[in-house]
Each structure stands twice: as structure tokens, then as C-alpha cells.
DNA sequence: CCCGAGTGCTAGCAGTTGCAAGCACAGTGC
DNA sequence: GCACTGTGCTTGCAACTGCTAGCACTCGGG
């Protein structure tokens, strides 16, 4: 981490950490389970995660999935939450592009950087889509029944 | 990891960690850069890129998110890759750009025409390898010089 | 030949991640 | 009271990540 500047950096993180891990524990809350319950569903150990909740530990990506798995909500909104994914750009045009076989990955990102950039001249004051948070249903034994369907 | 047969998670994280590797290596190669060129583009260890590549180490999200930026492509293409992200199930970017109402009409033609020219270039050019001759643009100093303005 | 600049890689190490074992506490039923 | 089940957390540790120092090699110039 070597471009970062130290003291600043630390601070950063440090909010990063809390950032994911306040969110966690609120999506769990909001889901009416415990930590445990996470723990068991997401497949990590209950120490880890309440570590994770407290912003003590950084998960990996692969542990943030396995929690989104228990929580029931997409990956992507853990990791935009954790940093290591930009808010998606949304929408059928950044998906169709970044899913053409026919361009390579330069190819994309430089598309993607036009269209952007005609979105900004077109809307220039119109606010970035907020994170959602219409995945924390709750848990309940109707949702279980459900799913087995 | 309990939750995968132990032979064939042992193998499947294997062929994850080789994926990624080559396939960094291949973009790396395709922007014709040397490891040590994109390590410290990426503001990563040379050793450490080397050992990605080879598929010895498996990288944080971070790091893949430093690559991304040393090879000038999306970190969520590397994710892909790295199997953190799924691809994104998107419609053909011909439809998705004609039916986005943030554009202008001309606009719309504009992308469209740079994402055909795209295609044309890579046909004209692809052999079995598929490089592109806008990822495969040498990096030189006046590239560099360039990225600075 | 030597030297310098470049290449990719080896080895050792500090710090971090994720876990298992265990703790203290709360609530419930006998 | 006790035993049980549940809660979230502490602690120590093995494995891993990402780094630095250094190596061997290639190439070009003097």
C-alpha cells in the first residue's frame, strides 16, 4: 500500500472496515437473524463475522459472497459497500457492453468512458442512484416455506 | 470451504487461481508491457505480479482492482475472471444503447458507430489468439506523456 | 571483456485472514 | 437451585498475502 498516504490511508480503511461491517450487521438486523444464524447460512465462523460487524477484520471477497449468500442479497452490494466495486453504472448499456464477446476488455472500458461521458453532458445535476436496500426482506418461516418451491 | 467436495474445490480453486494468472498475463501481454512495466503501473511487487500470473499466489480484490488500473481495464472484468463476480446477463448493446433515454439520438449513432468500428477491427484482425489493436497500442513515452494531459 | 538497464523469478518475512476452542451472559424449563 | 440452549465475544494459531532483497539471465554499448 504504498501510494497511500499513511496516516490518511489508515484512517480510510479503517472506515472502509466499519462501512461494510455496520452494513452487514445491518442488513442482519434488519433481517431479524442473529449472528450466529449468519454465521451458519453464509458458512463463515460466528467469531469471524461479529469480528467482520466490528470492523476488527477485512473480509476477503470470497467470505463477503458467502455472506451475501446467508443474507440473501447480491455480492455486489457488499462489495460496493466494502470499496472494491464501483456503484454500478447500471443499466441495459454498461451490462450489453461488458458482455459482448466481440470486443476486448480495453475496447469496453473505452466505450463505457463515452457513453459516461455524453450521460454527464446530458444530466449534469442529476444524482447518483443510492444503494439499495430492498434486498434486506425479512427472514421468516413463510420466506422458508417459499423457497423450497 | 465446507461446503465443496474437497478433491474437486482443491482442483476448482486451482484452475481459478490459473485462470486469473494467465488471463492478466494475456491482457498484459496483448498491451505489450513487461511484468515489471505493470507492476509499477498497478503499484504492486514485480515478484508478486509473477506469482499471480503463475497462479502461486491469489489476489485480493484490491490488488486485482490496482491490475485493472496498470492495464487500463474495468477491475470487474479481472473479478469475472477471478470468479468473485458473475457476468452481468445483459442484452445485445445495439438494443440496450437505442433504448437508453439518456442519450441523444446522436449520441446513440456516435457509440454505435465506435462499437462497430470495434467489431470490424476485430474481425479484420482476429487469429486464434484474438488481440486487438487498440489493447495491443505499444505503451511508450509518448503514451505516457499522453496519459498525463 | 565490462557495465548498465532491462527481464522474470526465488526466498524469507511481517502482517493479515479465517478458524477452532472456549468464555460470559441471558433466557427457559424442571 | 440446575441443566440446557441460545447469544456475542476473546484468544491463539495455521495458512495466506504482499512485500523486500537479491539472483540469474538477456541485450546493447563502450
Redesign the interface.
Known amino acids: 500500500m504504498?501510494?497511500h498516504g499513511e496516516g490518511r490511508a489508515i484512517d480510510k480503511v479503517a472506515d472502509l472496515g466499519r462501512d461494510i461491517g455496520e452494513y452487514i450487521k445491518q442488513q442482519r438486523n434488519t433481517a431479524k437473524i442473529s449472528l450466529r444464524q449468519l454465521a451458519r447460512l453464509a458458512?463463515v465462523s460466528n467469531p469471524y463475522l461479529s469480528q467482520i460487524e466490528r470492523g476488527l477484520r477485512k473480509p476477503?471477497?470470497?467470505i463477503l459472497?458467502q455472506i451475501a449468500k446467508g443474507l440473501r442479497i447480491s455480492?455486489?452490494a457488499l462489495?460496493v459497500q466494502?470499496g472494491?466495486?464501483?456503484l454500478p453504472a447500471g443499466?441495459?448499456?454498461?451490462?450489453?457492453?461488458?458482455?459482448?464477446h466481440?470486443?476486448?476488455?480495453?475496447?469496453?472500458?473505452?466505450?463505457?468512458d463515452?457513453?459516461e461521458s455524453?450521460?454527464r453532458?446530458?444530466?449534469a445535476t442529476r444524482p447518483a442512484a443510492a444503494p439499495s436496500t430492498v434486498e434486506a426482506e425479512p427472514r421468516s418461516e413463510h420466506d422458508d416455506a417459499a423457497d423450497q418451491r
Open positions: 504504498d501510494e458458512g476477503s471477497a470470497e459472497q455480492a455486489e462489495y466494502a472494491i466495486l464501483d443499466g441495459p448499456v454498461t451490462d450489453a457492453v461488458r458482455a459482448d466481440d470486443l476486448t476488455e480495453r475496447q469496453k472500458q473505452v466505450l463505457l463515452i457513453y455524453f450521460r453532458e446530458n444530466s
